[in-house]
């Protein structure tokens, strides 16, 4: 198992940019994949982003793609995503996740074990 620790969440108007960290703690981190979920009001967790032990694959839902990156640095055991020209509809919960095992496209949030408790980012219209 490995321990979690989101922040950088906050709040922001549309077009700014804001960077979310992830630290982790517990176990050798370069084993996980990493990834990046969110959850807004009323709807279910959505995958955001995912990658690799290495950082040499990633993944992206598509209506992030161009403007978020995902990335890490397993000497500092933290994750990170960098986050710009956010919208409206990027408000939400931002949750970090971690399995261990062989990279694969992990979209589902049934596919991570450990989680973290999220941090909030807002973006004004």
């Known amino acids: 198992q490995v321990q979690l620790a989101e922040s950088g969440g906050g709040l922001v108007q549309a077009g700014g940019s804001l960077r979310l960290s992830c630290a982790a703690s517990?176990?050798?981190?370069?084993?996980?994949?990493m990834g990046w979920f969110r959850q807004a009001p009323g709807k279910e967790r959505e995958f955001v982003s995912a990658?690799?032990?290495?950082?040499?694959?990633?993944d992206y839902v598509d209506s992030v793609k161009g403007r978020f990156t995902i990335s890490r640095d397993n000497a500092k055991n933290t994750v990170y995503l960098q986050m710009n020209s956010l919208k409206p509809e990027d408000t939400a919960v931002y949750y970090c996740?971690?399995?261990?095992?062989?990279?694969?496209?992990?979209?589902?949030?049934?596919?991570?074990?450990?989680w973290g408790q999220g941090t909030q980012v807002t973006v004004s219209s």
């Open positions: 990658i690799s032990w290495s950082g040499g694959s990633t």
């Open positions: 996740a971690a399995v261990r095992g062989p990279y694969s496209s992990r979209k589902s949030r049934h596919e991570y074990d450990d």
């Open positions: 517990g176990r050798t981190f370069s084993n996980y994949i």
